[in-house]
């Protein structure tokens, strides 16, 4: 492996740790500080480009943990990572919808996982099946 090659998956890695502690810290915040969080995203000061950023980091690292969750056959309900990752997304999402200008400029698409179309449709269903059952 070329140190060029290294300092880069290396940077790409602390990055990865940043958003996941990150979104961890956020997702497990009392609602109130949940819905000062949206208010101050959605605010007309925000930038748009800034919370597309947001987006995408936190559905890349999304992606990379179901990722790895799927080759190690463990269930991504269980995850923390997964739960948490999805819960910042949900607020980044409604930071989006509470702002005209925002949802003019960020696509909904923008929080597509397109790994989840990999996945086969029992797991969908016995994942389904287990957070009903009060498991995850």
């Known amino acids: 492996m070329s140190n060029k090659h290294y300092a880069t998956s290396r940077y790409k890695s602390c990055i990865d740790n940043i958003v996941l502690f990150v979104s961890y810290r956020l997702s497990n915040l009392p609602n109130s500080q949940h819905h000062q ?7 007309p000061s925000y930038p748009s480009p800034r919370l597309l950023s947001k987006i995408e ?4 690292h999304l992606s990379l943990t179901l990722s790895s969750l799927l080759s190690s056959s463990q269930h991504y309900t269980t995850s923390w990572e997964v739960r948490s990752a999805a819960k910042f997304a ?5 930071a989006r919808n509470g702002n005209e200008a925002h949802r003019e400029e960020i696509e909904l ?28």
């Open 109 to 136: 698409s923008s929080w597509y996982v397109s790994l989840i179309d990999g996945l086969a449709e029992e797991e969908w269903i016995e994942d389904f099946l287990q957070w009903e059952e009060g498991d995850s």
């Open 57 to 60: 980091s936190i559905c890349s």
């Open 37 to 43: 969080l949206v208010t101050y995203l959605s605010s």
């Open 90 to 94: 949900s607020l980044l999402l409604a």
